[in-house]
């Protein structure tokens, strides 16, 4: 995966679908994830206000792709 700090939806549907190794993390809020239908497969959920201390669960040997509104 490319060094490019945003991606678009489309581009992100197209690299899993390539197979791209990486870490998907959805850090929208919880009513954002109740409102929505729309689930990343294997993604960390994990809200904004707990990312820094949800960082060692998070894997270091791939990139990472956060998801956010």
């Given amino acids: 995966m490319a ?3 945003r991606i678009t939806v489309d ?3 197209q690299r899993m679908e390539a197979g791209e190794d990486f870490t998907p993390i959805d850090v929208r809020n919880p009513q954002a994830w109740a409102e ?3 689930m ?3 993604a ?3 809200t904004p206000d707990k990312l ?18």
Avoid at 59 to 66: G, L, W
């Fill in 3 to 5: 060094d490019a700090l």
């Fill in 11 to 13: 581009e992100l549907k």
């Fill in 36 to 38: 929505s239908d729309t």
């Fill in 40 to 42: 990343l497969p294997k």
């Fill in 44 to 46: 960390i959920r994990v």
């Fill in 52 to 69: 820094e201390e949800s960082l060692p669960g998070i894997p270091k040997n791939r990139p990472v792709v956060a998801y956010c509104t």
